[in-house]
């Protein structure tokens, strides 16, 4: 599945969009269960939802306990042809060491029947997160968690 969402306008008013690639880099179930199902329905509601940026929050004052459900890993998403495929490469990577260096997430709001808004809204909030290897380096990817 693949997300998108705008990051905040810069001080000199640049505004740019980032495209994600979303999957799932753990099965915990067995692959005929009806919880990989669920877990294939959930992948297609946050697919089609609308996301927008809410803050970003430093990892310290995160709740851990509060993240639920399989996380999602994150990648740059291919939208394009393959020279806008490299720009978002070099964007997301931009964000992913951003984030890992700063030690912060990136809180998103998910909103599904987005163009129902008004009548009936369903929003979620998620962490994006930078997934760094255990010698410290960034991975290249990032984790999309759930959160209460």
Same mark, same amino acid.
């Given at each position: ?9 810069? +001080? ?6 980032? @495209? ?14 009806? =919880? ?6 959930? +992948? ?5 939802? %609308? ?21 999602? @890993? ?20 931009? +964000?992913?060491?951003? +984030?890992?260096?700063?030690?912060? =997430? ?7 029947? %987005? ?23 960034? =991975? ?7 959160y209460v």
């Amino acid at each position: 599945g693949r997300i998108s969402f705008d990051l905040p306008e810069t +001080l000199d008013g640049t505004q740019c969009s980032v @495209t994600l690639d979303l999957s799932y880099s753990v099965l915990p179930y067995p692959c005929n269960s009806p =919880a990989v199902q669920g877990m294939v329905d959930d +992948l297609r509601s946050v697919t089609s939802s %609308y996301f927008e940026v809410v803050q970003l929050a430093p990892l310290s004052s995160v709740d851990m306990s509060l993240i639920y459900g399989v996380s999602f @890993t994150a990648r740059a998403g291919l939208e394009g042809d393959l020279e806008q495929f490299r720009e978002m490469q070099k964007l997301v990577r931009e +964000l992913w060491r951003y +984030l890992a260096s700063q030690d912060v =997430a990136l809180v998103l709001r998910s909103v599904e029947n %987005y163009c129902d808004y008004q009548k009936n809204p369903v929003s979620s909030l998620f962490l994006l997160i930078a997934q760094v290897t255990p010698d410290g380096n960034i =991975a290249g990817n990032g984790l999309l968690c759930r959160y209460v």
